[in-house]
């Protein structure tokens, strides 16, 4: 069972943390932006990676988890000419873009597939209270409050880890690494 995750900010870097520190030894991610020091308040990246690639140095920092998974990145912008051919050895993708049109593009495009996709939608703000995973379809959930946009509100470090603690522990129960 191989995880894939699209997109190594906030949720994807924070979701990959704890499918390793859980015991997932294979993962697959990609994305092509740049640690920005602004990105440290709530991403898995040290002050020292700043100015370097987020897929390349989430790498590292899982690999001083676990030396012996088998993890694969690569400096990517997906897009629906690569997402597919990228994520076609992965059963379960975890979804951690910033913006809409690629969350959609990543549903329109994985979800006829029948890989079981894992998103996020309403990360920012402080409070953690309106927090559910809605199941959208037989392979399909949704984490968040479903209001709060980052292109609105300030997203908080406590929120992005609860929303990513809850999406990899669907990845793990779908995938079979814990029984429920």
């Known amino acids: 069972m191989r995880i894939g995750i699209a997109g190594t ?28 020091e602004s990105n440290l308040n709530r991403q898995f990246y040290f002050k020292d990676q700043v100015g370097k690639y987020k897929a390349e140095m989430l790498y590292e920092n899982l690999k001083r988890i676990n030396p012996d998974g088998d993890f694969q990145y690569s400096i990517i912008k997906f897009e629906r000419e690569n997402i597919k051919e990228f994520f076609k050895d992965c059963d379960i993708v975890i979804e951690g873009f910033d913006k809409k049109e690629y ?21 920012a703000s402080h409070d953690c209270e309106g927090i559910r995973v809605e199941e959208a379809g037989k392979n399909l959930y949704i984490v968040g409050d479903f209001q709060k946009d980052i292109s609105k ?10 929303i990513s603690a809850l999406m990899a522990e669907i990845a793990l129960k ?7």
């Open 9 to 36: 900010g906030g949720i994807g870097s924070n979701t990959a943390v704890h499918l390793v520190r859980s015991g997932v030894k294979e993962l697959k991610f990609g994305d092509f932006d740049i640690i920005e």
């Open 103 to 123: 969350k959609s593009m990543l549903v329109e495009e994985l979800y006829p597939l029948g890989k079981l996709i894992i998103s996020a939608s309403g990360i």
């Open 153 to 162: 509100y300030k997203t908080y470090s406590h929120k992005v880890a609860v």
């Open 174 to 180: 779908r995938g079979g690494y814990i029984e429920e």
